[in-house]
Nanobody, 123 residues
Framework: QVQLVESGGGLVQAGGSLRLSCATS????????MGWFRQAPGKERDVVAA????????RYADSVKGRFTISRDNAKNTVYLQMNSLKPEDTAVYYC????????????????WGQGTQVTVSS
């Protein structure tokens, strides 16, 4: 059974930074492409960033390019999302997700999901 557990969310002031982690178990982590998604109240779940099995290439939503960095450590079965220069509009529940195959920006292409971690950015 594949399990994904996010951590690192919290409350931060605008301009601050957070680092999210997603620990994966139950399958070969290096076989997965990984994605970070977010969902704000009343909005759809959207991609934030995605990363291939080997760590490159990566892809980002336009709204986070230059501020967020996705990375992975296959030895630790963990994917990270470094978030800098946070803005109030980044407030959302952040989810990590895993899929076999290519990294994708499409929610429906990911088979495995974590429970989410709340990120709140105050102005």
């Amino acid at each position: 059974q594949v399990q994904l557990v996010e951590s690192g969310g919290g409350l931060v002031q605008a301009g601050g930074s957070l680092r999210l982690s997603c620990a994966t178990s139950g399958a070969s982590f290096s076989s997965f492409a990984m994605g970070w998604f977010r969902q704000a109240p009343g909005k759809e779940r959207d991609v934030v960033a995605a990363i291939t099995q080997g760590g490159s290439p990566t892809r980002y939503a336009d709204s986070v390019k230059g501020r967020f960095t996705i990375s992975r450590d296959n030895a630790k079965n963990t994917v990270y999302l470094q978030m800098n220069s946070l803005k109030p509009e980044d407030t959302a529940v952040y989810y990590c997700a895993a899929r076999y195959g290519l990294a994708s920006a499409r929610v429906y292409e990911y088979a495995y999901w974590g429970q989410g971690t709340q990120v709140t950015v105050s102005s």
